[in-house]
């Protein structure tokens, strides 16, 4: 994931860990508070952010 995003700050890692460990219990309304949240911090990311947790909330088994 940190390849993704190319930044390895402590902010971007801890985003992207909650983000996967929603999508492992398919809380589509944390995911999106989480993009939300993110989306002001960091607007470049957003996209790559966006298509990760689609993704993974996708692939992930039940």
Do not use: G
């Not at 929603?22 to 309304?29: A, H, P, T, Y």
């Not at 947790?53 to 692939?59: F, G, K, N, Q, R």
């Amino acid at each position: 994931m940190l390849l993704l995003l190319k930044d390895k700050d402590y902010i971007s890692s801890n985003c992207i860990r909650r983000l996967i460990s929603f999508s492992w219990e398919r809380d589509f309304l944390s995911i999106l508070h989480a993009l939300l949240h993110y989306h002001f911090q960091h607007l470049l990311l957003r996209n790559n952010l966006f298509s990760l947790t689609l993704w993974a909330s996708i692939l992930v088994p039940y």
